[in-house]
């Protein structure tokens, strides 16, 4: 998978993944992983196009 930068509201860290999951929610599409600071989840807005490419 593509690499991809996420932000950690509660810990306010940004970090790198990889070990993402694509999801969609609410007619938006997201992609989630799990915080490496902590047990939440962090979520990452895509475009459509952009889920479409990573869901390949």
């Given at each position: 998978?593509?690499?991809l930068s996420f ?9 790198d993944s990889e070990e ?37």
């Open positions: 998978m593509e690499k932000y950690d509201v509660k810990t306010k860290n940004k970090f993402y999951k694509v999801q969609e929610k609410g007619g938006r599409f997201f992609a989630v992983v799990k915080s490496p600071h902590g047990t939440h989840e962090c979520w990452r807005v895509l475009s459509k196009d952009q889920a479409q490419k990573l869901k390949k």
